[in-house]
């Protein structure tokens, strides 16, 4: 099985950077996933990582160290629509295990 | 874009009451999946379905949960009798390939009130 941490909350202010961190015990590992909900809608994918180092997608970047079990999202250039959650969540070969949710709270 | 459709938005329904939860994954992809989040809490796995079958549940997906692909396009959970903690968001995913980095592609979710 997988278990994922994540902060429960995070606030930052528009225009910041803020990171997301998450520490992952499992099994079977293929990669890690992060992906944004907004008020309990769907949640949508944001990046994934199945190598070690830095994706970049636009504001948005992920970094997985397979070695240390840890992974992040960066997030640059915060704007008032990021406030959501954020979920990084464990992938195997059979399905995505996710973390428990970062609210992220973006302040003018 | 296409994306994965689910009906209803929301369900009200009894205790002990069956409901079906339906769902229309993206018409090309071959694995599929149902989540749910309890209200504030996170996204469960309850079941993978792959190939016509079940490849994998979660302990969540007893013996009054199942799934069933009766056609083409519709993907169905059926909850038998339902309990009050089964009021939860319910998700439908869909993957294509399923290759790594194949990402899971979410429904709008049925909010199942069981009352």
């Known amino acids: 099985g997988q278990s994922l941490e994540q902060p429960s909350e995070v606030t930052a202010v528009e225009g910041a950077i803020v990171q997301i961190n998450c520490t992952y015990q499992?099994?079977?590992?293929?990669?890690l996933s992060w992906y944004q909900q907004h008020d309990g809608g769907a949640p949508t994918f944001l990046s994934y990582n199945a190598l070690d180092g830095l994706e970049e997608t636009g504001r948005f970047s992920s970094f997985l160290s397979r070695s240390d079990s840890y992974g992040y999202l960066l997030l640059q250039e915060l704007q008032m629509k990021d406030s959501a959650s954020y979920f990084c969540a464990g992938r195997d070969a059979g399905k995505s295990t996710f973390g428990d949710g970062t609210t992220l709270t973006v302040k003018p | 874009e296409p994306e994965v459709t689910q009906t209803p938005s929301h369900q009200v329904t009894q205790m002990g009451q069956e409901v079906i939860l339906r769902c229309v994954p993206i018409?090309?992809?071959?694995?599929f999946y149902w989540y749910r989040q309890i209200l504030g809490q996170k996204v469960e796995f309850l079941v993978s379905?792959?190939?016509?079958?079940?490849?994998?549940k979660s302990e969540i997906f007893d013996d009054q949960f199942s799934v069933e692909r009766p056609d083409g396009s519709n993907f169905t959970l059926k909850i038998r009798s339902t309990k009050l903690e089964d009021s939860a968001m319910y998700f439908c995913?869909?993957?294509?390939?399923?290759?790594?980095?194949?990402?899971?592609?979410f429904g709008n979710g049925t909010r199942l009130t069981v009352t």
């Open positions: 995913a869909s993957m294509g390939e399923g290759s790594r980095n194949s990402p899971l592609h």
């Open positions: 018409s090309n992809h071959l694995y």
């Open positions: 499992t099994s079977g590992f293929y990669g």
């Open positions: 379905f792959y190939n016509n079958e079940i490849s994998e």
